[in-house]
Every structure is written in structure tokens, then in C-alpha cells.
């Protein structure tokens, strides 16, 4: 247990729909992040929200939408996904003191697939 | 640009030891982070070391050189359990994490 919980483990959608990722930390960190991870790639930061504030965008697609309504939890919302963007989508947080060497936290992350 | 390079796969035996090696190339540089991930969880912290030199934690221990930009992992007396994939991970001079995709490692009986 690393005390982030992603919800759901795995989900399947049809380009058409609509979907949310669910992420909550219970260690009372001041960031929260956004990771792609396909096989046999390096990690993709997608968005990280410090303090609540998004300070990081990588250039992903408007159809992921982040929204983080509190310290505690973050949300990616999901439309019109297209069948490249099927990876494991995985959470993570952090207590940021800007002197570097803060270890990340993550969840057990959500198995997406789009048909 | 900014690259992280380790081995795709590797393999060993139980019992043995393994040395998994990690190059890295950043802009600046504010240490260099291992994680293990088994399959279908989470990633988890394993070391992070920012001075040149062996760390050691248990049967695990990483070293650093920062003059060649190179790192390894150092797994002793392999468990089955150690079977997972091990991501390095290097830190930029704007405190950014540049990740390699990782090592699978797999041990043998």
C-alpha cells in the first residue's frame, strides 16, 4: 500500500465515450502528477498540479482533461480517445521542497484500453 | 537532448547477484532515482543518490558517477520476488524527471 489509490484498476471505452480517472492520496503531500506508461517506454509526464495549481502541461491532448479539486485528489477526465492512447495510466504524488531528491508515491495506476 | 539509456531485459538466477546499469545525458543534474515495479502495481522508491559513491540499503545498493553520467543497481542474494522491472530515473536542472523504460528482470530457480 503506498497510500494512493487509483480507481478504476482497469477500463475499457469506446472513442466515443466519456471517462474519468480517479486518483486520492492519503499522505498529505503538496503535489500531485499524471503519468502515461506504455510498454516499453519511459514514463510520459502528462500534468502535475502543485498546491492545487497546474504548473505543468506536456503538451497533451485536449482530450485529457486534469482537474484537481483538492490537495487530496485528482481526476483525468477522458473524450474522444483514439486506440494510441490505450497505456497504463499511473498516478503519483510527492511533498515538494524544491531542494530535489522528493521520491514520488504512486498508485497502482488504470489499465486503460480504447477500442 | 535529454536521454536515460538501461538494458531492455535481463535475467539471472536465484541467489546470484545482479548489477543493473543506467547512462544518463540531462541538462544539469539534481540526482538519479530507482524505482522497482512489478507487474500490475505501482511503482516504488528504491534509492536516490545525488554524490558520487555506493549507497547501500539491505541486499540492494546504487552507485553514481557523476563525471560519467552512469549509475547502477546492485541486487544481492536474488529472491524470486526481486523478478519486477527496475526504472531509473535522472533529475534535470529544473528539478524535471527524465525516466529510462526500464529493466525487466527476471530471475530463474
Known amino acids: 500500500e503506498t497510500g494512493v489509490t487509483q480507481t478504476p484498476r482497469h477500463l475499457v471505452m469506446g472513442m466515443t465515450n466519456k471517462k474519468s480517472l480517479k486518483c486520492e492520496q492519503h499522505l498529505g503531500h503538496n503535489a500531485m502528477y499524471w503519468y502515461k506508461q506504455s510498454a516499453k517506454k519511459p514514463l510520459e509526464l502528462m500534468f502535475v498540479y502543485s498546491l492545487e495549481e497546474r504548473v505543468e502541461n506536456n503538451s497533451v491532448p485536449s482530450r485529457f482533461s486534469p482537474e484537481c479539486p483538492n490537495s487530496s485528489h485528482l481526476f483525468l477526465h477522458l473524450h474522444t480517445l483514439q486506440p494510441e492512447d490505450s497505456a497504463l495510466y499511473l498516478c503519483a504524488s510527492s511533498q515538494e521542497g524544491g531542494q530535489g531528491g522528493e521520491k514520488l508515491f504512486f498508485g497502482s495506476g488504470t489499465q486503460l484500453s480504447v477500442l | ?109
Not at chain 2, 536542472?93 to 530457480?109: D, E, R, V
Request: charged share 15%; glycine share 10%.
Open chain 2, 1 to 109: 537532448g535529454q536521454n536515460i539509456d538501461q538494458p531492455t531485459e535481463m535475467t539471472a538466477t536465484e541467489g546470484a547477484i545482479v548489477q543493473i546499469n543506467c547512462t544518463y545525458q540531462t541538462s544539469g543534474f539534481n540526482g538519479l532515482f530507482w524505482y522497482q515495479q512489478h507487474a500490475g502495481e505501482a511503482p516504488t522508491f528504491l534509492s536516490y543518490n545525488v554524490l558520487d559513491g555506493l549507497e547501500e540499503k539491505g541486499r540492494f545498493s546504487s552507485f553514481l558517477s557523476r563525471s560519467k553520467g552512469y549509475s547502477y543497481l546492485l541486487l544481492k542474494e536474488l529472491q524470486m520476488k526481486d523478478s519486477a522491472s527496475y526504472l531509473c530515473a535522472a533529475m534535470d536542472s529544473n528539478y524535471q524527471l527524465i525516466w529510462g523504460a526500464g529493466t525487466k528482470l527476471i530471475i530463474k530457480p
